[in-house]
């Protein structure tokens, strides 16, 4: 018979693997995703945690082994009860309180077949940046704060994931007024480590593939994940385990979900969150486009995938089946607590990014589906009674098969 610890560690094995100053910018011209590259967005599909794993879970966050997480449960439309884990802490306990989530980015220097080099702490003057792309996430609405205002409602000052999970709980939250935060903080970069993949594992598109202002780099999936989770013991002495959150963040630089060798097949994955051990590691890999070969704002898919890491953390939020709406098109079905899925850009369904300027660059953030949307909840808990969090969705999932919205 399998121990709690070891039933948790098989569930956050399986989510892991399904899945300062203003400077200034030169500007270039908006570019399009071009029809034959689109991002592949990864979704975890972890089982349903039990009543055992998630008091394991409370247990381990309450001792301070993880980062902050708190268990909720839910009573959905379908008549069933639904119980996960978040990133924080419970909105509903009201008080105003801060969480911070110490954060550490992790640059990653590829050192690609055939000697070309992509590095995010450099400073890419080619393709009009006068600062590094470490320099433009650490400005980024992703870890600055700035004024929001989502569903026409002021929801305070904050990160973009900060923002949204309070426009999430707002009915629960408001009471205490600007005072319910969870907070990417502090925030530290380390050295960069240096992956040097095989012709087996990564190609290099020459830049005049796409007539892009440099190339791009195209690495296996299965491979670069392999390479992450075995940086964790020797970045254990550097403060990185279980109680912090690494971004490792990559430069032109996205994954193919196969063979790189067949590219543009199976391209290209910019980013992804996952989980593994006991006590829980989470962590996100996140590529910045500066070649804007994927639309424009640069932060569009991280924002999904922190998104869905303060929500989803270990890949097992479960809920009534959805679809029919953004990643997950028409005839298909998902059933997890993926914020981002159902608004994926460059999808046939709508959906309503926002665009944000911020200390010298304007910025690109993907809109969030909100809690009650997944639940069926009525009213909507969610700031402005809306369904996510930039007035695409003004009603509750529909059941899949057929999905959609209310």
Not at 124 to 148: E, I, N, R
């Amino acid at each position: 018979m399998f121990s709690v610890a070891l039933t948790l560690a098989i569930v956050l094995a399986t989510a892991a693997l399904s899945f300062g100053g203003a400077e200034k910018q030169l500007k270039r011209p908006p570019q399009r995703p071009r029809p034959e590259l689109h991002v592949i967005y990864l979704s975890p599909h972890g089982p349903a945690a039990t009543p055992d794993i998630l008091a394991n879970v409370a247990a381990l966050a309450a001792a301070g082994s993880t980062i902050p997480l708190w268990n909720y449960s839910v009573l959905a439309y379908d008549g069933n009860t639904y119980q996960g884990t978040m990133v924080g802490r419970n909105p509903s306990f009201h008080g105003g309180r801060t969480t911070s989530i110490p954060t550490v980015i992790i640059p990653i220097i590829f050192h690609m077949p055939g000697g070309t080099t992509f590095d995010p702490t450099a400073v890419d003057a080619t393709c009009g940046f006068s600062s590094s792309a470490v320099t433009l996430v650490q400005q980024s609405p992703l870890l600055a704060s700035y004024s929001g205002n989502l569903d026409g409602v002021s929801v305070g000052t904050g990160q973009y994931t900060d923002l949204f999970q309070r426009a999430n709980f707002w009915t629960e939250v408001s009471v205490t007024g600007n005072s319910y935060h969870t907070v990417l903080s502090p925030v530290t970069v380390l050295a960069a480590q240096l992956l040097s993949p095989t012709s087996a594992d990564a190609i290099v598109v020459p830049k005049t593939t796409y007539v892009t202002c440099g190339p791009l780099g195209v690495i296996s999936n299965s491979w670069f994940d392999t390479q992450i989770q075995a940086m964790f013991p020797g970045l254990a002495g550097s403060g990185v385990g279980p109680t912090v959150f690494p971004i490792f963040l990559l430069y032109n630089v996205v994954q193919s979900s196969g063979d790189p060798s067949t590219f543009p097949a199976n391209c290209c994955i910019l980013g992804y969150h996952a989980a593994f051990g006991i006590p829980t590691q989470t962590y996100s890999p996140l590529g910045f486009d500066g070649l804007s070969l994927f639309g424009t704002g640069y932060t569009s898919t991280m924002s999904h995938e922190i998104g869905e890491w303060m929500d989803d953390p270990l890949g097992s939020n479960l809920t009534p089946a959805w679809g029919a709406e953004g990643q997950v098109t028409a005839g298909n079905c998902q059933n997890n607590l993926e914020v981002a899925d159902p608004l994926s850009p460059g999808f046939p369904t709508s959906t309503n990014p926002f665009s944000v300027p911020l200390n010298g660059t304007t910025y690109t953030l993907q809109e969030l589906a909100f809690y009650s949307w997944f639940y069926g909840l009525t009213p909507s808990n969610a700031a402005g009674g809306k369904y996510s969090d930039n007035g695409t969705f003004t009603g509750t999932a529909i059941g899949c098969p057929p999905g959609g919205t209310n």
